[in-house]
């Protein structure tokens, strides 16, 4: 009697779980209380145990997958940031004290998609998995070079001052400073491991931002240092009744300064994110991965780095979503910036022959290399595509996961029946680029599954290359398990002599081995796909309790001072308990390791200019007498260097050309500086330099559209394009009210040969535009100039055109033909007189607190062809249950059918021309993701929306209000419905004296 009753009260908790969980929501602020998280986290995690498996949810994540795999995007969707405002001092944040509270962060939205339609749990049970050959190499290999560098400096970092789980321990450095976030907080520290400031809930960073950033400490936390301009990057994403990730970039190379804050909302849940630097000037962004929680939901981004860097609006994110499994964004490390032209890289892994990734599923295991070019001028032209998959036999083949996905209990531990998590089933951050001019590299790691049969987790790694114009090709792969400790949580990183440092935890309850943290590392010369004997950089000396939520990462990052230096940090127990977890902070060093450090490694110079010179120094392990040299110096020029050989303790020189106007023609030439040691030529460094060589000014360009004397030109958003012209290296665009260009309304330089300009025009109006090609030699000629006039008001005609009525539904008379349905759940459409705009009636449906699918459907409309401009105009109010400021639980949006009411399709956001769409719906609603309207609240509004699409059809037109089954608000009215067309003036157009 007693099972039965415990089995009744955890259906009844599972199947009430969503709308308890959104009933106990606080309408005014989207947060739940403490206790009910705890409590539903809890049961949901029994429901899932008992209930779900092997028979939940299948039919509805077969479909889900269905719908992700044929709806990627073909081309790039827009987001607004919000910001920017510039943040306090953050030595000036609240100190935070520890929290009493114990709460798991839980992954309920993935846990429900982990199974396949037959019951079982994705990533388990494939008849084709064989023992990593991989793993088998590293377990009969011994040391290839010693052992691997002890820790020279090691101190604490934060613990579990939120008490919550995972750690999500995540750590960058820059000159002078270590930059700690961990879970809910962060914290700074000096390179000696000096507190200077901290910890603090890294939420308090956007004190005085507002919204979601603001109001919710939600963790996920990734910290970034932007080698390349010399700043930090902090992020957290805020969850809590919203679906933002919050950026915060530092005004200074100071990390104990200001920052520039920024909020992207993005269209789902941005849940498991990861960020990479990416300087190329043509792509210039912080590229981003997410997962969304549903199968096939994960999505890549692009957000405005130049933007962000200089605390100005930046251009709106461009996504792409969709992607069978988790994109990790590459971020680059070291002096030189990507090869020109390089889109964002991001991987992801693909099991073979498991349908999560497809159905049906992929023949074989593959690493897929993705290029994201991002164009911020003209978003319509970005693209996302796989440019390489990696497969057998040119890599290894793989177990997917240790457990299976999701399969959050997995790695045993002595002493308690508490198993913990391997999160083996995503890349783990980051994943590396470098450019050493000679060849680009590419380095990452993820957890694998060594054994066909049993688990044993151990890091799998691998590092692309790719030489000039080349395809990228795998250069080296490993397993790294050298016995039958598990490894895993692996992070990896490259310094700028090419060795290799990967940090990780152990695991082995066999061997009484508890959560601790290992490192190992080669040097660049060693044999392919093999590790150096492992060290140990901390012992565990105590067990978890209670939780089995592990990770979800953690950080190695190398020295930008010496380009040699690792730098790592992770999670460890040092006393068992429930959520006890610290962390540790460390570093080491490869003895001889030498870099030439430059800040300006890639420069272009006039053809005019005589001169032109590189700062560098020696950094790392430099303590000897150094030769210089330069290779392919350019031809015609003089290579010299102000200090030759550089004597310690003296470490700086200058590589001066000299003769180039006279000797050297225009054209682009890479050089390498190299540096030997006097005494042991074994010993040298190396560093990629180029030089831009360009001849004069370059020639005017022609304007191409809008074309000269254009009409109808959007007020609201319009590109503009040129012809490009070779020797320019941008071009700077005017706006104008007038044909001298003394009243320029906006400016703007773009290194492309296009700009989408989206000041806000007036209607009717003369506007004029030029384009002025530039390079390093200075302004070239500026183009002839063009003209053209605005649009009128969005939905009215323009001069000589006159507004005419195809048809008007007022309904004060009744319905009008228009009539109420139910696709799901309660119907309350009804002509009502509470709140009309006009008159005496209109439609009104209540946002009701029970999960509904309702729409409103007129009759037949049939349109008139040939008429210059269709729009349908309707007052609209709403009062509807919004997720944030940018999403929405409860939603009403606008759908047309073309074939007598058969089938509808919503009418896209860019045919609204008033009252934009408030944003998606939230991922469990009825209609997961798509954009509808629920201001909250919103007064009358007269709503314009473009139908020339539909000239010459029959249509019928609907409203159709999607609603959760929690939290009610007043709902939906819509009022005086038209469709409007725009004909020839006959009066104006004889009024010449010319009628007959």
Same mark, same amino acid.
């Given at each position: ?215 919710? $400490?939600? #963790?996920? %936390? ?7 301009? !010399? @700043?930090?990057? &902090?992020?957290?994403?805020? +969850? ?50 997410? $997962?969304? #929680?549903? %199968? ?7 957000? !405005? @780095?130049?933007? &962000?860097?200089?605390?100005? +609006? ?683």
């Amino acid at each position: 009697m007693k099972s039965f009753l415990l089995l009744f009260l955890v259906l009844q908790i599972g199947n009430s779980y969503g709308q308890f969980l959104h009933s106990s929501k606080n309408s005014e602020n989207n947060v739940y209380a403490p206790w009910v998280e705890s409590i539903l986290f809890q049961a949901k995690n029994l429901t899932n145990g008992l209930f779900l498996s092997p028979f939940k949810n299948q039919t509805n994540a077969k479909n889900l997958k269905s719908n992700f795999n044929n709806n990627i995007n073909k081309h790039s969707q827009l987001l607004p940031i919000k910001g920017p405002l510039v943040s306090q001092k953050v030595v000036n944040l609240k100190i935070v004290k520890a929290s009493a509270q114990i709460v798991d962060i839980g992954e309920s939205e993935n846990e429900n998609n982990a199974f396949a339609a037959n019951g079982r749990r994705y990533g388990t049970n494939n008849p084709n998995d064989k023992d990593d050959i991989l793993a088998l190499e590293s377990q009969q290999s011994t040391s290839v070079a010693g052992l691997t560098p002890s820790a020279d400096v090691s101190f604490e970092g934060l613990n579990r001052l939120s008490n919550r789980s995972p750690a999500d321990v995540s750590m960058t450095v820059g000159k002078n400073h270590i930059v700690q976030m961990v879970n809910l907080v962060f914290a700074i520290y000096d390179k000696s491991g000096i507190l200077l400031a901290g910890p603090f809930d890294t939420n308090t960073l956007w004190q005085g931002f507002g919204g979601a950033c603001e109001d919710n $400490n939600n #963790g996920d %936390a990734i910290a970034l240092y932007d080698q390349q301009a !010399d @700043r930090y990057v &902090l992020s957290q994403f805020a +969850t809590s009744g919203a679906q933002s990730v919050c950026f915060a970039v530092s005004t200074t190379n100071d990390p104990l300064g200001t920052y520039y804050l920024y909020e992207l909302a993005t269209q789902r849940t941005p849940d498991y994110y990861k960020l990479g630097v990416w300087a190329d000037e043509q792509n210039n962004a912080y590229f981003m991965g997410t $997962n969304s #929680g549903i %199968a096939n939901g994960y999505d890549v981004y692009a957000i !405005d @780095r130049a933007s &962000l860097l200089a605390g100005v +609006t930046p251009r709106k994110a461009q996504y792409f979503q969709g992607y069978a499994n988790f994109m990790l964004p590459a971020d680059n490390d070291g002096s030189l910036v990507p090869s020109a032209g390089s889109g964002g890289f991001f991987y992801t892994m693909i099991d073979g022959r498991d349908d999560y990734f497809s159905d049906p599923p992929p023949a074989n295991d593959s690493i897929d290399l993705y290029e994201f070019k991002v164009d911020w001028d003209f978003p319509a032209q970005s693209t996302f595509n796989l440019i390489k998959s990696f497969q057998p036999p040119e890599i290894a083949e793989f177990n997917w996961t240790v457990c299976g996905l999701f399969a959050r209990a997995c790695l045993e531990q002595a002493g308690t029946a508490i198993k913990i998590d391997s999160g083996s089933w995503w890349p783990m951050q980051r994943f590396v680029y470098r450019n050493f001019g000679a060849y680009e590299s590419l380095l990452g790691s993820w957890t694998v599954n060594t054994l066909a049969n049993g688990e044993h987790a151990a890091p799998r790694w691998f590092e692309m290359r790719k030489s000039g114009a080349g395809q990228w090709y795998m250069h080296q792969q490993g397993t790294y398990a050298p016995d039958d400790t598990h490894r895993w949580m692996s992070s990896i990183a490259m310094n700028g002599q090419g060795d290799i440092g990967m940090v990780y935890n152990v695991l082995d309850a066999t061997n009484n081995i508890n959560p601790g943290i290992r490192f190992t590392a080669r040097r660049s010369n060693e044999p392919l796909g093999q590790l150096r004997n492992e060290a140990t950089l901390i012992d565990a000396t105590g067990v978890q309790t209670q939780t089995f939520r592990w990770g979800d990462y953690s950080s190695i990052n190398v020295d930008p001072v010496d380009e040699c230096r690792f730098w790592m940090s992770a999670e460890y127990i040092q006393t068992t308990g429930d959520n006890s977890w610290n962390t540790r902070i460390a570093s080491f060093n490869f003895p001889d390791c030498v870099s030439v450090v430059t800040s300006n490694p890639s420069q272009s110079v006039c053809s005019v200019d005589d001169l032109a010179s590189f700062d560098f120094n020696l950094a790392g392990d430099f303590t000897a007498t150094t030769n210089l040299s330069v290779l392919t110096c350019p031809s015609g020029a003089g290579c010299n260097f102000s200090v030759n050989p550089i004597i310690s303790p003296n470490s700086n020189s200058q590589l001066l050309l000299s003769n180039l106007s006279a000797g050297v023609s225009a054209g682009n030439y890479p050089m390498m500086l190299v540096a030997t040691d006097s005494l042991d030529a074994s010993l040298v460094a190396t560093a990629a330099l180029n030089l831009d060589v360009v001849d004069g000014v370059p020639m005017a360009t022609q304007l191409q559209a809008p074309i000269n004397v254009a009409t109808l030109v959007s007020t609201i958003s319009r590109t503009f394009q040129w012809q490009v012209i070779p020797n320019s290296s941008s071009y700077l665009f005017e706006l104008a009210t007038d044909a001298a260009f003394t009243q320029v309304i906006e400016s703007h330089v773009t290194s492309s040969a296009q700009y989408l300009s989206q000041v806000s025009l007036l209607p009717e109006t003369s506007y004029y535009w030029r384009v002025t090609t530039q390079n390093i030699c200075g302004d070239g000629m500026v183009s002839p100039v063009f003209s053209f006039t605005s649009s009128p008001l969005a939905g009215q005609c323009e001069i000589g055109i006159s507004p005419q009525t195809v048809q008007i539904f007022d309904f004060e008379n009744g319905a009008q033909g228009w009539s109420s349905s139910s696709l799901s759940g309660f119907n309350s459409w009804q002509l009502a007189s509470t709140n009309p705009n006009t008159g005496l009636q209109h439609w009104h449906i209540t946002d009701i607190t029970q999960e509904s699918d309702t729409v409103l459907t007129s009759e037949n409309i049939i349109m008139p062809s040939g008429n210059n401009t269709l729009t349908l105009h309707f007052d609209n109010a709403q009062d509807m249950e919004a997720n944030g400021s940018s999403a929405c639980w409860d939603g009403g949006l606008i759908e047309v059918s073309t074939d007598n009411g058969e089938t509808f399709v919503a009418i896209g956001a860019d045919k609204l021309l008033t009252d934009s769409y408030d944003g998606p719906l939230q991922s469990s609603s009825l209609l997961p993701g798509q954009n509808s309207w629920c201001g909250n609240p919103q007064a009358y509004l007269e709503s314009i929306i473009n139908l020339d699409d539909y000239r010459g059809q029959t249509i019928q037109l609907r409203f159709r209000l999607v609603t959760d089954s929690a939290v009610g608000f007043e709902g939906w009215d819509i009022d005086s419905v038209k469709i409007q067309s725009c004909v020839i003036d006959l009066g104006i157009v004889f009024n010449n004296g010319f009628e007959n």
